[in-house]
């Protein structure tokens, strides 16, 4: 049967507390109804924040759970459930509790949002240096404010300022007051450990001298076979046998710190053994991924130089075994331009600025065949300086293969562009030559015929039919003309650019009714046909993709020929459009495009640069170097 009244708190019947003044209230009482058990708890409301409790007697695990849940329905029942409470509690009589009932008790402390803090008292020596273990272990990392003091006084002068400052946003600092608080330390398990392990041997000496003053030394050797008897190397320890007296109530609690220090141990162990076998598996698979990848992988140390792992990949595409890679020099595994880049890359990264996360080097294999590779490196630092390297490498030498046809490809491409080009405009010249010097003379010649016949008629009727006839003739004159102008233009080849684009423009402000102004300077009169013809037909592209995409109603054309460059410069002030659409190629409509305009002007070592944003017009610009050009680039 469960003594409640045996040493009862002062709070169970009285009305404000003698110390702070503030009232109690809403007295209530756990008592355990397990079979055996002398467990019970009072609790009490001081003020609006501050929740009193003491326990009394033995406690197990299913307890300390009741014990628990009891303390936390109270307070949802009388404090503000969205701040919890601050707890008081008393240790005076607690007894013994088993290592899971611990457990439970600061597990709750640490996670319930039932109370943010709380202060401690009447805890016994070696209950303080469990107290303490406790801090260090669970309760620091967490927000909440966990104190131990000497006497019921302290606690609730302490809890009046903490309550206080934690409800206007201020935090009670350590040096406060002279009272029990966290410590910072480690969160590391081996540390923890080694300190738990150094608690043990300080507790060792502290239960001597406890002997020497309180214990008997019945209880100090029994006391050294209790510690002798713990198993390590397995969780959880025995209870020791003992009786209800008043000395043996002493050194239970002796036992109970210890045992809660062996809790502690168990507890790091298992976190321990779990973390290593993660490392260890996860190292397994690392280490078989490793040696079975397709690409190379390396680790290079670059204070030694060397490199110090490789997988099997790496072997293959070198062809060395892995003694005669681990001895050589890396950088004589390269060829002489590739040295060139790492120890470019190398200056950099030791004045610390940054470099291209991937590189491509020639390797020489041992069979001294060159090989192109790709390297992809993760560098770890070392007191900002590189120290090593993970490096993923990929044999790319089959691609720089087909790079290299497909770029000879492109070449043979644009040259064949070219020459289409000329062969083009050979023909346009051929066929306005025709046009011009046949089939125009043969027209003017019928038509002077008709003139001839016509006088010699005097039938009104045959009259009208000849002007018809003559009509349609002129017509075809003038259409043939037109033709022929457009197919290659006599201006161009008879006078110059200047006066062939000045010619363009005239012909294009009748024909669309807009303005086409043109400005020139420098020599252009000694520019070749080739040249001559190729830069006109890229400014009748332009101005007509400007007519027909960008809607514009004013050209300029600029030429200059400065410093052996010959510039050209078109702008208009249509409705604009992205240039991304296209840098890749994108066609514009007949003829050159843009595409082709690029292509041409790049073969002829040229620049070509376009500005133009939707709504704000656009503006394209030519740059040829006259004294580079390719002899012959259109002719041969």
């Known amino acids: 049967m469960v003594d409640v009244n045996k040493n009862s708190p002062w709070f ?20 355990s109804k397990h079979p055996g058990s002398n467990y019970f708890v009072d609790i009490a409301k001081l003020s609006d924040q501050i929740l009193l409790a003491k326990g009394s007697g033995n406690v197990r695990s299913y307890e300390m759970t009741e014990a628990m849940n009891f303390m936390d329905n109270y307070v949802s029942k009388y404090f503000d459930i969205k701040t919890g409470a601050f707890i008081i509690e008393d240790y ?16 709750h402390h640490k996670n319930s949002a039932t109370f943010w803090g709380g202060i401690f008292y009447n805890l016994p020596l070696l209950m303080r240096i469990s107290f303490k273990i406790a801090q260090r272990l669970h309760i620091q990392d967490h927000d909440k404010a966990v104190y131990a003091v000497d006497s019921y006084e302290q606690a609730v002068v302490l809890a009046v300022e903490i309550t ?90 002796v036992f109970t710190a210890i045992s809660y220090i062996k809790s502690e141990v168990d507890d790091l162990l298992r976190e321990r053994y779990a973390a290593e076998t993660v490392l260890q598996e996860s190292e397994a698979k690392y280490r078989q991924l ?18 110090i792992s490789v997988n099997d990949s790496i072997l293959d595409i070198s062809g060395y075994s892995k003694e005669e890679i681990f001895s050589v020099n890396p950088l004589r595994l390269m060829t002489e331009e590739s040295q060139k880049i790492f120890a470019e890359r190398l ?11 991937e590189v491509s080097y020639q390797l020489i294999t041992k069979q001294n065949k060159i090989k192109w590779i790709l390297l992809n490196p993760r560098i770890i630092f070392k007191h900002q300086q590189p120290h090593k390297a ?6 790319i030498t089959h691609l720089k293969k087909i790079e290299r046809e497909s770029l000879d490809y492109q070449s043979k491409l644009k040259q064949l562009s070219i020459r289409m080009s000329t062969s083009e405009e050979t023909q346009r010249r051929e066929l306005a030559s025709q046009l011009h010097e046949g089939v125009s003379q043969e027209l003017f010649v019928a038509q002077l015929k008709l003139n001839a016949l016509e006088k010699s008629l005097d039938n009104p009727e045959y009259s009208r039919q000849l002007d018809e006839v003559k009509a349609q003739i002129v017509k075809s004159i003038r259409e043939i003309r037109d033709i022929t102008y457009d197919l290659s233009p006599p201006v161009l080849y008879d006078l110059g650019l200047k006066e062939a684009v000045e010619s363009l423009a005239t012909s294009i402000e009748a024909k669309y009714c807009l303005t086409v102004k043109s400005r020139f300077s420098g020599n252009l009169d000694h520019l070749d046909d080739d040249m001559k013809i190729i830069i006109y037909r890229i400014i009748k592209e332009i101005i007509h ?5 960008a809607q514009a109603d004013c050209i300029n054309i600029i030429i200059d020929n400065t410093n052996n460059h010959l510039r050209v410069d078109v702008s208009d002030n249509g409705v604009g459009f992205d240039p991304g659409s296209v840098a890749n190629g994108y066609y514009t409509g007949d003829g050159f495009g843009l595409f082709d305009i690029r292509e041409k002007i790049n073969h002829l070592n040229g620049h070509l640069t ?3 944003t939707p709504g704000s017009g656009t503006r394209i610009g030519l740059k040829v170097p006259l004294k580079d050009m390719p002899l012959g680039a259109l002719s041969n």
């Open 12 to 31: 169970r019947t009285a009305a404000r507390c003698k110390y702070s003044g503030l009232p109690v209230s809403h007295p209530e009482l756990y008592i």
């Open 92 to 107: 005076i009589d607690i007894g013994r509790a088993d290592s899971k009932a611990r457990k439970i008790y600061i597990d």
């Open 164 to 253: 206080t400052q934690h409800y206007t946003g201020n935090r009670l600092g350590p040096e406060s007051k002279s009272i029990s608080v966290p410590v910072k330390n480690s969160k590391e398990p081996e540390t923890i450990f080694r300190r738990v392990t150094g608690k043990l041997n300080n507790f060792k000496d502290r239960i001597f001298s406890i002997n020497e003053k309180n214990i008997t030394r019945q209880y100090s050797e029994s006391l050294l076979k209790y510690i002798e008897s713990i198993d390590w190397l397995k969780d959880g320890i025995e209870d020791p046998a003992i009786s209800d007296s008043a000395d043996d109530k002493y050194v239970s609690k």
């Open 290 to 307: 490793v040696e079975h990848a397709r690409a190379g992988i390396l680790v290079y140390d670059y204070s030694a130089n060397r490199i």
């Open 347 to 357: 200056s950099r990264l030791r004045a610390g600025k940054n470099i291209p996360h």
């Open 390 to 395: 993970n490096v993923i490498i990929t044999d």
């Open 545 to 549: 993709n400007s007519i027909k995409h």
């Open 610 to 612: 376009i500005h133009s």
